[in-house]
């Protein structure tokens, strides 16, 4: 068997031993139940007391925003497990020793780096999976609304996870995990408050403050990825209407996104490149 | 020929610090290497250098011929690390089958090698059980396996028999042995010097990363010696006669002591006091240790 796919099943098979896959699916299942009750409450409230009339685009409105805080959710649960489970995963094997039986043996240390990688984008995939799907069936099977270009937006959230997940992992050759957990943090912080920013400078027609927004979605596009996916999921009258938590006024372009994924793939070059150069 | 290890002024440098200085050693294919030397003379970090664990500084080195940072040559190689961890949540048996599939092996060839492997290290009935729940000489036993399970030509063991007890110990030094018969060039870094002493062929003193000497072990019987006698109703002239074959003769009643210069003059002193008319009760030759030799090539301040 390949070397990378030996690493990867390994990865993906520690996970599942150490309980973490186990833990996620538990309290999944949980956010799940806790999410679908909530609808049906605020379905029940919805119908009780809007005219019987109500017409089918303000329904599908408040749909929508319930949808989106649930996807947005999902979103930092994804890139917060994204982190979690690559923070420690060089930082931790160098740290103790494990690496050195490992990387000692007839294997490029680019394919251990790859092997974890492929791991964890395995993990994250499932993980959104369950998560993202729930959301979106128990929304359409309780009221048969569905958002438009699901499939994309879901993509656009697993990008970000992988994003999020490679600079840990990036960050994690060269450092310990904790300064890792804290740096992607940090930086998920910095590009979280920039996109703010730029929401109220689109709103404000400020040109200026959209680019204090632009450049730290360049910092670190994780942010900038979710306010497109909102962008593809949100109806369209939203878009018109306003700024709401979950959606966007200010709408990344492609180029971002064309950005993130070569950001992502040239975090894996250099995490190759520092892993491969470093002494153990 | 090719040498198993061949490393030509091998230097790191961390910092300020050369932890080795200037690395310069053969060791011959199928032979058992010993690598002595005190706390901090730069064992393991040579170690590293030669697996490529860490990247030399300046300096050279070969491993089967192949220069270091050769892929290919791993294949080759076992590894037992000093204060190693492994994936503690594997069992031992997953964790011999991970470590095989790394090394290349196949299916088929790789569960016989572990049935083979967790036999001879004594673990056969802990197959299923997690790592986690090993004693430390348990895992210095799985680590053992795992450094074997390619059929090695060339196998590095730091401290093999850390935290072993004595049955562990003869273990690993049996293991050595059918390994040096099967012709494996084993590289052996260890503090205890009795181990050294019956399993290598020959050793090398370092000191701040550097040989002071080589000395082969076998040879070690041939120089410098002592000899002991118990004899009685010997004259002062048959005492001054000692003196022909070595120095030091020191009397204490009937204990003569004296440093000889091999082994091969026993015999004769022994023919000599008997035609002397000396009663011989007993003649014990006193081999110069591996630790006075350590002493005397490393120092007392070795450790400093």
Redesign the interface.
């Known amino acids: 068997?390949n070397?990378t796919l030996?690493i990867a099943r390994?990865t993906f098979r520690?996970a599942v031993?150490?309980r973490i896959v186990l833990t996620a699916l538990i309290l999944g299942v949980c956010f799940l139940v806790i999410y679908s009750i909530g609808i049906h409450l605020i379905i029940g409230q919805i119908s009780q007391v809007a005219p019987p009339a109500l017409n089918q685009g303000a329904q599908s409105e408040g749909l929508n925003f319930l949808l989106m805080a649930g996807l947005y959710t999902i979103t930092f649960l994804s890139i917060a497990m994204a982190a979690l489970i690559s923070a420690d995963t060089l930082a931790g094997e160098i740290n103790?020793?494990?690496i050195?039986?490992?990387?000692?043996?007839?294997?490029?240390r680019s394919d251990v780096v790859l092997g974890k990688w492929l791991g964890f984008a395995g993990l994250l995939a499932l993980y959104l999976l369950l998560m993202a799907g729930g959301v979106i069936l128990s929304m359409g099977l309780q009221t048969k609304y569905f958002a438009p270009n699901l499939l994309r937006g879901i993509g656009l959230i697993y990008l970000e996870s992988l994003v999020m997940m490679t600079v840990a992992l990036m960050l994690s050759s060269r450092f310990s995990a904790l300064a890792t957990g804290g740096a992607v943090f940090g930086l998920y912080g910095l590009a979280f408050i920039g996109g703010w920013v730029e929401q109220f400078g689109s709103l404000m027609h400020s040109q200026t403050t959209i680019y204090v927004g632009i450049v730290s979605s360049l910092i670190f596009p994780c942010e900038a990825i979710w306010r497109r996916a909102a962008f593809e999921m949100q109806s369209p009258l939203s878009g018109v209407l306003g700024m709401s938590p979950f959606s966007a006024i200010s709408v990344p372009s492609g180029l971002m996104i064309v950005y993130a994924v070569i950001y992502a793939l040239v975090a894996l070059a250099l995490t190759f490149s520092i892993f491969s150069?470093r002494?153990? | 020929m090719t040498f198993a290890i061949e490393t030509n002024q091998l230097r790191k440098v961390f910092g300020d610090n050369a932890a080795v200085k200037s690395l310069t050693l053969q060791v011959q294919p199928g032979e058992v290497f010993g690598f002595l030397g005190p706390n901090g003379a730069g064992k393991t970090t040579s170690i590293k250098m030669l697996l490529s664990l860490i990247a030399p500084t300046s300096g050279g080195a070969s491993l089967l011929g192949a220069p270091l940072g050769d892929r290919t040559v791993r294949s080759r190689i076992g590894f037992l690390p000093e204060h190693f961890r492994f994936h503690d949540w594997l069992s031992a048996e997953e964790f011999l089958a991970l470590h095989g599939r790394l090394y290349g092996m196949s299916d088929q060839g790789l569960r016989q090698r572990i049935n083979e492997l967790l036999e001879m290290v004594g673990l056969a009935p802990f197959r299923n059980k997690q790592l986690r729940t090993f004693s430390k000489g348990m895992l210095q036993r799985i680590g053992l396996a795992q450094a074997l399970l390619n059929n090695p030509d060339l196998v590095f063991l730091d401290e093999p028999t850390s935290g072993l007890d004595p049955v562990g110990r003869r273990l690993v030094r049996d293991i050595i042995h059918d390994l040096r018969r099967k012709g494996t060039c084993v590289f052996l870094n260890s503090h205890l010097l009795s181990e050294i002493e019956v399993t290598c062929d020959r050793v090398a003193f370092i000191k701040h990363g550097e040989v002071i000497q080589v000395v082969e072990l076998k040879t070690l019987e041939d120089v410098k010696a002592s000899v002991t006698i118990r004899a009685k109703g010997m004259s002062s002239e048959t005492i001054a006669g000692l003196s022909q074959w070595g120095q030091d003769v020191r009397v204490d009643d009937e204990h003569i002591s004296m440093a000889i210069a091999n082994e091969m003059a026993l015999p004769d002193i022994t023919r000599y006091l008997v035609a002397q008319g000396a009663d011989v009760f007993a003649v014990t030759p006193q081999r110069l240790s591996l630790e006075e030799l350590f002493i005397q090539i490393v120092g007392t301040d070795g450790s400093l």
Do not use: A
Not at chain 1, 100 to 108: L, N
């Open positions: 068997m070397s030996i390994l520690e031993r150490r103790s020793g494990t050195q039986t490992v990387v000692t043996k007839p294997v490029r150069h002494d153990l």
